[in-house]
């Protein structure tokens, strides 16, 4: 019996498509779903006379594979992961390789990477994006986990990968245990962030200038021509061009204005706080799909709380162009909040993360897949320690040639009483950080009236702190000095 070069478990669409294009690029797959009526629809439907093994349990997969054997889950994050890791360990032996390659938790990944290393087993946990298009046809992919594993997988997700211009594969070893996961979550935070922000340029749009759904098709249209060149920005042209086939109307305009969410936004929101790092954006387009889920409540309050009366006119051509340059410059501003959040996580858990190698990985195949990552990787290569996107010249300049536009197109928003959450908290980021001097003085000072939690002062050095007595009752003890 022929044995297969990887084995696959969990034939959803992103399974499946993932076998398939494995089975394209010249590899044996064998596959095995829990429920295993859908193994023999498989192999008895699309992958019908292709190098795909279909089997009906752990055993018989193990059997069918050849070794060091490599064994990748496609299941759902959590309980399910580890319930089949479980599973396999019986059935494997030393030097067997097992990926993940669902939107795990980062801290999940760290937890079984040294878990199955006890076991004599390698671990891999892969962020895989593109969603099932992405998955068939050449996806990102970012592996992390037991270094020893990835020569043994290299080959395969390589050869499956999407692959930039110059053939280079959008994917690489990110760094040990968790950081491929923590990457890809990373990538969904940053995805939260700008979908947001092209749904706030459609609302600018929409109710502030009056425009048709026809008339954003376009603008999204030639926005994808420009520096805005991005697969969520010709996603969005491409809605807004289709109708509904039963009512006719704009599809758009038929879909209830509530957002789900699957959680890795939420846990990037999370990482930023555990780790002190500022990625208000990114928090922000989370609470934005937060607050739209709140429909019952919001259609209530719109008969009680009224904003301005007047919408302030403005010359709509003139206002979509600066809605593009404003819409670039956050977008640059989640991505350097993005950024920072990496090297904070490499720092904290000793990841040697390759920046520019990360926006190559994120050049085709995923979601925030977009022309100016390149000028990421350039940044990156020009200064490995860059600590911030927003310093490079590159995007500095950006920036500011944008700002003025930026501010007007805030303004307006504010002035129509239209919500702009990511593109005003991305304008308050960037005056954040250019700001030599913020109110956290008076701020240290609260805290150390109220709680004698010391400061420190200008005319010492950084490290040294001190107690002020505030009141006549105030005494001379401080409380202990620390920062979570």
């Known amino acids: 019996m022929k044995k297969a070069d990887i084995g696959l478990i969990g034939l959803a669409v992103m399974g499946e498509n993932l076998i398939l294009n ?3 690029k010249g590899f044996t797959v064998a596959c095995y779903n829990r429920t295993v009526e859908k193994v023999d629809r498989f192999t008895a439907g699309r992958a019908k006379g292709k190098n795909i093994i279909g089997v009906h349990s752990l055993p018989e997969l193990a059997a069918s594979l050849k070794k060091p054997r490599r064994v990748m889950m ?4 959590g309980k399910a992961v580890d319930d089949m890791i479980e599973q396999l360990i019986p059935v494997l032996q030393k030097g067997d390789i097992i990926i993940d390659g669902g939107n795990s938790h980062f801290p999940d990944t760290i937890r079984r990477t040294k ?12 962020g895989v994006s593109g969603g099932e298009e992405g998955a068939l046809k050449g ?5 992390g986990g037991d270094p020893k594993a990835w020569p043994y997988v290299k080959d395969i997700f390589q050869g499956i990968a999407a692959k930039v211009d110059d053939g280079s594969p959008c994917c690489a070893w990110i760094g040990n245990d968790g950081a491929g996961h923590f990457v890809k979550m990373v990538h969904n935070g940053i995805e939260y962030g700008d979908m947001q922000l092209m749904c706030e340029a459609y609302d600018l749009m929409a109710r502030g200038l009056g425009l048709s759904a026809k008339e954003m098709h376009k603008v999204f249209a030639k926005w994808n021509k420009g520096e805005l060149d991005s697969y969520l920005v010709e996603i969005s042209s491409d809605i807004l061009s289709q109708n509904d086939p039963e009512t006719g109307k704009p599809m758009v305009d038929v879909i209830l204005d509530t957002a789900g969410q699957k959680g890795t936004g939420k846990w990037t929101s ?3 706080l555990d780790l002190g790092v500022a990625i208000p954006q990114i928090a922000e387009a989370v609470f934005a799909r937060c607050m739209s889920a709140a429909k019952e409540e919001r259609v209530a309050a719109a008969r009680v709380l ?6 302030q006119a403005v010359d709509a051509k003139a206002f979509v162009k600066q809605l593009e340059q404003a819409v670039y410059a956050a977008k640059i501003c989640s991505y350097a909040q993005g950024y920072q959040l990496m090297r904070a996580a490499a720092a904290e858990y000793g990841w040697q993360l390759n920046y520019g190698e990360i926006a190559l990985v994120w050049r085709q195949g995923c979601i925030i897949r977009a022309r100016f990552l390149g000028k990421i990787k350039e940044a990156f290569e020009r200064d490995p320690a860059l600590a911030n996107l927003l310093l490079d010249p590159y995007f500095a300049g950006v920036v500011k040639k944008a700002q003025a536009a930026w501010r007007n197109v805030v303004k307006t928003a504010i002035d129509w009483g239209i919500p702009v959450p990511a593109m005003s908290t991305a304008l308050t980021y960037f005056d954040s950080y250019r700001s030599a001097r913020l109110p956290a003085n008076l701020l240290q000072a609260q805290r150390d009236y109220f709680g004698a939690h010391t400061f420190e002062r200008v005319d010492q050095p950084r490290g040294r702190f001190f107690h002020h007595k505030w009141t006549p009752d105030g005494g001379d003890t401080a ?3 620390y920062t979570v």
């Open 22 to 24: 494995m089975e394209s």
């Open 74 to 77: 496609m299941v759902k994050a």
């Open 115 to 126: 878990y199955l290393a006890e076991k004599g087993l390698r671990f891999i946990g892969s």
């Open 139 to 143: 996806p990102a992919i970012m592996p």
């Open 270 to 272: 999370q990482a930023g």
């Open 306 to 311: 009224k904003g301005p009366a007047r919408k």
């Open 479 to 481: 409380a202990s000095t």
